[in-house]
């Protein structure tokens, strides 16, 4: 499978600061789902956009999604030290439950 | 939410032994689950399909005589790493789908399996 892009690969903020990561992909979607994983652990579902919407929130997080430009952006604001982990975004395509994972943005938050 | 297990949480097998590793949706059926494997610091790599009373599918470079995968109901899939070798040492991780409205399918992971292979 083609997987998407994120970037940055890590990122490095303190506490309190936001944190944008951006991810890019390469076919037509039918959503696009934000994960985060903390070290040596599963994965924990943050968000699902679907391809006819433009942004989602849910509590600090922000989710936009460009399907012209075949991105997403994810915000989370006012950074805590229990959000240090890594963030993947992946996308579907219509009718297909299969999920393509992003390359994962490695989040640091320095307390 | 719903709750996906998987078990072994963690196991340390010897070169040539086989090992399986169970995955369970606890509280809804999944008629598709999934089957990923993740290196150290990269993403995960969707290995095979499987869908519930027939057999896997594979993605491209899985070599499906060695990870042997059985669905034998909506609430159970079972990914054998046969004849296992140290390249084999990672972290599995399954996933289970449930169907949401409008041809949507939302994915709940497994805690993950650390495979270690000596």
């Known amino acids: 499978s083609q997987q998407g892009e994120e970037d940055p690969q890590a990122l490095s903020i303190q506490e309190g600061e936001n944190a944008t990561m951006n991810c890019s992909y390469k076919t037509s979607i039918n959503n696009l789902q934000w994960y985060r994983q903390n070290s040596g652990r599963g994965l924990v579902h943050l968000i699902l956009?679907?391809?006819?919407?433009r942004e989602k929130h849910s509590g600090r997080l922000r989710v936009t999604l460009d399907t012209s430009k075949k991105s997403s952006s994810l915000l989370i604001t006012a950074s805590r030290a229990a959000d240090t982990a890594s963030y993947f975004c992946a996308t579907d395509e219509y009718g297909n439950e299969k999920l393509t994972f992003g390359t994962g943005t490695r989040l640091t938050i320095i307390p | 939410g719903a709750v996906v297990s998987q078990h072994p949480s963690w196991v340390i097998c010897k070169s040539g032994t086989s090992v399986k590793i169970e995955c369970r949706s606890l509280?809804?059926?999944?008629?598709?689950m999934f089957w990923y494997r993740q290196f150290p610091k990269q993403s995960l790599m969707l290995m095979a399909t499987s869908n519930e009373g027939s057999k896997a599918t594979y993605e491209q470079g899985v070599e499906k005589d060695k990870f042997l995968i059985n669905h034998a109901s909506l609430t159970l899939s079972t990914l054998t790493v046969t004849s296992a070798h140290p390249e084999d040492s990672s972290f599995y991780i399954c996933?289970?789908?449930?169907?949401?409205?409008?041809?949507?399918?939302?994915?709940?992971f497994g805690p993950g399996t650390r495979l270690t292979v000596t």
């Open positions: 956009i679907r391809s006819n919407e």
């Open positions: 996933s289970a789908a449930r169907a949401l409205a409008g041809y949507s399918y939302e994915q709940y």
């Open positions: 509280d809804f059926q999944a008629t598709t």
